[in-house]
């Protein structure tokens, strides 16, 4: 018996609108995982990133060690780096955010440290003169003017996360990555190709909402 010619999910075709309406709640689960894993850990990547790149740019000798472990971190082929991890947190979201914010340091920690390195020494010894401590100076000054470079790196960062939460599928918990693995398993070829746009998609839109919210903390580069 053939298909019906309206019926798109039996002829399993690329672009199939019955798959939206069909499965509307299965896309919205997914997609909703594949923003909590994602914005989980990058936000973890920064909080560990930042404490780094100020260690590394105020103690020269912590600079080399502290890019080169990131370095070697980021190489680490991601199912080697989930297996490494599976110990830890097992078979569990933990394990994907563990590994996306292990990832996410290179980018983080480089662009941080670009930007803190940025900042003109006659800027830093002006802010002395006028009584600021190192905590002051560090928050009102120097990370201000490395705003630019931050945020290139967590640009950068966030849309390699969506990405990579994909593979988060090997063990479950892959957003939208579940459903291009099962339905690469069984030749969905509808679900293949939704699951994979709408991974674009959060990427573009993550990188646009990212670059607008660079725009409004530094107006002074506009000029």
Known sequence: MT???DDCLARNDWICGAYLSSRRHILADAVLQHLQLTAVSVLLGLLVAL???IAARRWRWASAPVLGV??????IPSLAMFSLLLPVYGLSASLVVAGLVLYSLTLLVRNLLAGLRSVPEETRQAARGM????VRLLLAVELPLALPAAMAGL???TVSAVSLVTVGAIVGHGGLGNLIYSGMNTYFKAQVLIASVLCVLIAVAADLLLLGAQRLLTPWTRA
């Open 3 to 5: 298909a019906p010619p």
């Open 51 to 53: 404490p780094l790149a």
């Open 70 to 75: 990131t370095t070697v971190l980021y190489t």
């Open 131 to 134: 009584g600021y401590g190192p």
């Open 155 to 157: 640009r950068i960062a």
